[in-house]
């Protein structure tokens, strides 16, 4: 059975100024780099000169390559990045986590001080999983933490309150 198969239900939306500066950023970065690189002579010295004398600035530009890759992915799907289909719930096209062994959404500051909403698993493990930052949300976090819980709880068959003040 194929996503297709299912009806899906859109829990959360990503705002699209975010990921289109990222990808801004993305293209202005890759730029700089391609301008750092030495062009000059027959094309099999440039490509010998690029990959033997530059090879950080060459993991530089496939870095920028593969970010820009991924803010694309999640550019096609923000309209619809967390969804479930009554079984599973999905983020985007990589994550995705049975809604029966899904028991809280949590908002938790990262690392480097940015606030994101994280999913608590029951599978054995400490580590919440990271639904999305707060900042990419087209909603407030509280609506999408409300329609993840009540998505759980229709599947754990008893409707209990989702919303916590």
Same mark, same amino acid.
């Not at 030495?38 to 099999?44: M, S, V």
């Not at 799907?77 to 719930?89: A, E, Q, S």
């Given at each position: 059975m194929t996503d297709r198969d299912r009806k899906m239900v859109?829990?959360?939306r990503l705002r699209a100024a975010p990921l #289109?500066? $990222?990808?801004?950023?993305?293209? #202005?970065?890759?730029? !700089?780099?391609?301008?750092?690189l030495?062009?000059?002579?027959?094309?099999?010295d440039a490509l010998r *000169?690029? #990959?033997?004398?530059q090879p950080l600035l060459l993991l530089g530009i496939v870095a920028v390559l593969m970010v820009w890759v991924y803010v694309f992915g999640m550019w096609r @799907?923000?309209?619809? *990045?967390? @969804?479930?289909?009554?079984?599973?719930?999905y983020r985007?096209?990589?994550? @995705? $986590?049975?809604?029966?062994?899904?028991?809280?959404? !949590?908002?938790?500051?990262?690392?480097?001080?940015?606030?994101?909403?994280?999913?608590?698993?029951?599978?054995?493990?400490e580590v919440t999983r990271e639904l999305?930052?707060? *900042?990419?949300?087209?909603d407030p976090p509280e609506v999408v933490r409300d329609g993840v819980m009540f998505a759980v709880a229709r599947v754990g068959g008893v409707m209990r309150p989702v919303t916590v003040h």
């Open positions: 859109v829990v959360a #289109v500066g $990222w990808q801004f950023a993305c293209a #202005v970065l890759l730029g !700089v780099l391609v301008a750092r030495e062009w000059g002579g027959d094309p099999l *000169y690029i #990959v033997f004398a @799907r923000r309209g619809d *990045y967390l @969804r479930h289909d009554g079984v599973t719930l985007g096209a990589s994550a @995705r $986590w049975p809604l029966a062994l899904v028991r809280g959404v !949590v908002v938790a500051r990262g690392n480097i001080g940015l606030e994101s909403l994280r999913l608590v698993v029951d599978d054995d493990s999305v930052k707060l *900042y990419m949300l087209e």
